[in-house]
Every structure is written in C-alpha cells, then in structure tokens.
C-alpha cells in the first residue's frame, strides 16, 4: 500500500534495453506514490492497448521496472527519447 498518491506531468522513467544496439525503454510516469517507508516511486501503466482490447487484461499501475534507469522530466528527454515515447503513445511529439 501506498501513504499518498500524487498525478505526475510530464515525467518519464527511461533505461536502457536490453537488446545492443536498440533505442532507450521510455515509460510515461502517471503518478508519484509515497510508500510507507517514506520512499517516493513512479507508478506506469501496465497492461498495453492490446493486451486490453484482445486479451481483456485489466489496465493497472505498477512500478517502474528493476532496472538501472532514471527518472526524467519531459523538457530533458532527447530527441530519440521523445521519439519513443511518442511510439509508445505516451507523448504528442508536436506538443514539445
């Protein structure tokens, strides 16, 4: 369980995949959630269109993945960045 839970704008967690050679992973954070400890995580959405639509899996939130990577503000994201999000569907490129 989560102390608080605060809508985040504008913030990404990104790391790098897995494959060499491909693009960073770019997660769209949707809220910032205080655990009981005190430690503030990013929650994403889990549960893509597709597994939503096809497969009827229930859209949910999750914390970001294990994984060494960082969090990062919209106006900080580069060009490949913003590029990916915008694959993923979680950024209008024309709006940055």
């Known amino acids: ?3 608080t839970q605060t809508p985040a704008t504008d913030w990404y967690f990104v790391h790098p995949n897995a494959v060499e050679g491909h693009p960073p992973i770019v ?16 929650l994403i959405a889990a ?7 096809k497969e009827m899996k229930t859209p949910h939130l ?8 960082r969090y990062i503000h919209l106006s900080e994201l580069t060009k ?4 990916q999000a915008s ?5 209008d490129i024309a709006r940055v």
């Open 87 to 91: 694959k993923r569907g979680q950024l």
């Open 1 to 3: 369980m989560y102390k």
């Open 47 to 53: 549960g893509e269109r597709y597994q939503v639509e």
């Open 62 to 69: 999750v914390s970001v993945p294990s994984v060494v990577g």
């Open 80 to 83: 490949q960045e913003r590029e």
């Open 27 to 42: 997660h769209q954070i949707v809220v910032w959630a205080q655990k009981e400890n005190g430690e503030t995580i990013g």
